[in-house]
C-alpha cells in the first residue's frame, strides 16, 4: 500500500478536517451523521493501519461501543415509552436505548478519528501551526499526542530487554508477575520523566519560543492545499448551515424527535459524507494514478 497521501498535505489541511470532523462528530447527535463519522473514521484508519485497524476496531471499540450502548439505560430511565422494567423496579426506555447507542457510537467514532489524528499530525505540523501563537502550550500539547503511540513502542523495548533476563510479566507465579510488572512501569515511568527533561532542554538550547525566533519549514501552501482546502470549507458551510436550520440533531427526551427527510437535509448528509471521505477519495485517486504511472 502506498503512504497516505492526505498526510502530504499543507497542515492547515490536514488539522481543519480533523477538527470539523472531531467537533462534528461531538456535537451532532443525529442518527445519520453518527453513521456517517463512525463509517467514515473506520475506513480512514484501516486505509491508514490497515490490518491493525481492523484488529483494533474489531476486538477493542466494537466491545466498547456495546458496553456503553447496554450500560445507559441501566442507569439513565428518562423517556416516555417504557418496554419493561428491572427487578428493582427501575424502568428500560426506548429512548435510553437509542440515546446509549448513539453516545456508544459518538465516543468510537472520536477514539477513531483521534487515531487517524495521531498518524496525520506529527508534532512538526502541530508545532508549525501553533509554535509562534503558544509555543509553550504547542510544545506541551505536541507531546502529549505523541505520548501513546510513543511510549507503546517505548514499553516493548523494555518488556523484551526485562524477558531476555527473565524478569518479564509471563515469568513467575502471580506474586512474581506482579512484581515484574511494577519493575517496567517503574522503568517505564523514569524513562518517560527523563525524555520530558530532555526534549525540554533542547528546546530551550534552540532558542524555541523566544521573540522574533525563525525556524525552517518544508510545508508550502500549493494550488492542490488550496484546491482541498476551499472544497472542504465549502462543505463545512454547508454542514453549519444546516445545524443552523436544525438538520443535524434529533431529540431523545422526553420523546424521540426525527427531523423529517427533506431536500436540503439530504444535501447536507451528502455533503458531510463528501467531508468525512476526503481523505479516502485523495488516497484512492492518488493510488490510481499510481497505478497508472
Known amino acids: 500500500m502506498m503512504k497516505d497521501a492526505f498526510s502530504t498535505f499543507h497542515p492547515i489541511v490536514n488539522f481543519t478536517y480533523f477538527a470539523a470532523v472531531l467537533l462534528f462528530s461531538m456535537f451532532f447527535m443525529h442518527p445519520v451523521f453518527l453513521g456517517i463519522s463512525l463509517l467514515c473514521s473506520f475506513c480512514y484508519s484501516v486505509v491508514l493501519k490497515g490490518k491493525k485497524a481492523v484488529r483494533f476496531n474489531l476486538l477493542y471499540l466494537l466491545p466498547l461501543l456495546l458496553f456503553m450502548a447496554v450500560l445507559n439505560p441501566a442507569f439513565n430511565h428518562a423517556g416516555v415509552t417504557i418496554l419493561f422494567y428491572l427487578k428493582n423496579g427501575n424502568p428500560i426506555t426506548m429512548e435510553s436505548i437509542l440515546y446509549g447507542l448513539a453516545t456508544a457510537c459518538m465516543f468510537v467514532a472520536i477514539i477513531c478519528w ?47 530487554a526485562q524477558k531476555c533476563i527473565g524478569r518479564d510479566v509471563s515469568n513467575g507465579n502471580i506474586l512474581e508477575r506482579a512484581k515484574n510488572g511494577i519493575t517496567i512501569l517503574s522503568i517505564m515511568t523514569t524513562w518517560a520523566l527523563e525524555n520530558a527533561i530532555e526534549t525540554a532542554d533542547s528546546m530551550k538550547s534552540r532558542g524555541y519560543g523566544l521573540p522574533g525566533r525563525t525556524s525552517f519549514s518544508i510545508f508550502r501552501l500549493d494550488n492542490r492545499d488550496k ?43 451528502l455533503a458531510y459524507l463528501a467531508l468525512c471521505l476526503i481523505p479516502v477519495i485523495i488516497d484512492t485517486v492518488e493510488e490510481n494514478k499510481w497505478k497508472h504511472m
Request: hydrophobic share 55%.
Open 227 to 269: 484546491a482541498v482546502f476551499v472544497s472542504m470549507l465549502g462543505l463545512i458551510a454547508i454542514v453549519l448551515a444546516g445545524a443552523a436550520v436544525g438538520q443535524n440533531s434529533m431529540r431523545f427526551f422526553p420523546s424521540l424527535k426525527l427531523p423529517s427527510l427533506t431536500a436540503l437535509s439530504m444535501g447536507v448528509y
Open 114 to 160: 483521534f487515531s487517524c489524528y495521531n498518524v496525520v499530525m506529527t508534532s512538526d505540523k502541530f508545532i508549525y501551526l501553533f509554535g509562534k501563537i503558544i509555543p509553550g502550550l504547542s510544545l506541551i500539547l505536541s507531546m502529549v499526542l505523541r505520548f501513546v503511540p510513543r511510549y507503546k513502542a517505548q514499553i516493548k523495548v523494555i518488556s523484551n
